[in-house]
């Protein structure tokens, strides 16, 4: 059973948002589309103005964003350390930080923050990707050469270049991939 309508004032919609930050790390953008999804459905229920509860909420971002509690940048540079370290190739990571709405400066940002990071981020999400897929070197030595196409179809499929996914499969056990890294 769906809650009946309340007035998205600006209290309630600050309200909302300091709640939402509580729980979830976000941008601006995605905590405007939140806050916009259910202060509209309100607002029609309730046969309010649409143009002044979009502005009442972009009042609300801009005095959140302003007191520091969103952060786009520092959000990129984390999202894409973690998407990294998990396996995520930089052309996914890309997508990922698209997605939540960030602007094209600061995934730019948080890609040369990785790259100044990691020397090669691609090569070291790969390793992770191929580490916890069991591909490639991590695959057991019998098992390798019968695997050899699928698993650098696997890397390829998962956004790594020719030359990462080649680089993995030729190394011959993990070790010599850590000092590449």
Not at 3 to 19: C, D, I, M, S
Not at 53 to 69: I, S
Not at 96 to 119: P, R, T
Not at 127 to 132: F, L, N, S, T, V
Request: proline share 5%.
């Amino acid at each position: 059973m769906r809650k009946a309508p309340v007035a998205p004032t600006p209290e309630r919609l600050h309200a909302r948002a300091l709640r939402y930050l509580e729980r979830f790390a976000t941008t601006s953008a995605h905590l405007r589309r939140v806050l916009l999804r259910r202060a509209l459905r309100d607002a029609e229920l309730l046969e309010l103005d649409p143009v002044a509860v979009r502005r009442d909420v972009e009042a609300v971002v801009a005095r959140v964003t302003a007191a520091g509690l969103i952060d786009d940048r520092l959000f990129a540079a984390s999202r894409a350390r973690r998407l990294a370290e998990t396996g995520r190739s930089p052309a996914r990571i890309r997508l990922a930080l698209l997605e939540k709405g960030l602007d094209a400066e600061a995934v730019a940002a948080a890609m040369s923050e990785l790259a100044e990071e990691k020397g090669d981020p691609e090569l070291a999400a790969a390793i992770a990707y191929a580490r916890k897929r069991r591909l490639g070197p991590w695959r057991p030595a019998e098992e390798r050469e019968a695997h050899a196409a699928r698993d650098l179809a696997a890397l390829a499929r998962a956004g790594f270049a020719y030359r990462v996914a080649r680089r993995i499969m030729e190394a011959s056990d993990p070790a010599e991939l850590k000092e590449a890294s």
